[in-house]
């Protein structure tokens, strides 16, 4: 899985905006669906979607996707599940 999900949401790294896109065409690649559709998939507005894919709303270079999404975003891209992961933080 991609190496900035590999940690817990509080010591994330978001992805840059580029790399959110890149990702997010391949993903609508992999399960045959228009990348305009894709955000249908993950329960969100096509605004919210291209918000995470625009420079327009990026911060340092950063896209403004959440932890989880993107986690998602790459399960989906790497055909693995995101629940396979040992908890590295005690709650």
């Known amino acids: 899985m991609h190496s900035s ?3 817990d949401a509080k010591n994330w790294t978001p992805p840059t905006v ?4 890149r990702l997010w065409i391949k993903a609508s690649e992999k ?5 305009s559709k894709l955000h249908v998939v993950f329960g969100i507005g096509e605004r919210a979607a291209r918000r995470w894919r625009s420079k327009a ?3 340092n270079g950063k896209s403004i996707i959440r932890y ?3 986690a998602l975003l790459v399960a989906i891209v790497e ?6 992961f040992k908890a590295t933080t005690q709650i």
């Not at 399960?31 to 990348?35: G, R």
Request: charged share 40%; proline share 0%; glycine share 8%.
């Open 18 to 21: 580029d790399e959110v896109d």
């Open 31 to 35: 399960i045959d669906i228009e990348v």
């Open 57 to 59: 709303n990026e911060k």
């Open 5 to 7: 999900t590999r940690t």
């Open 79 to 84: 055909e693995r599940s995101i629940l396979g």
């Open 68 to 70: 989880g999404y993107f």
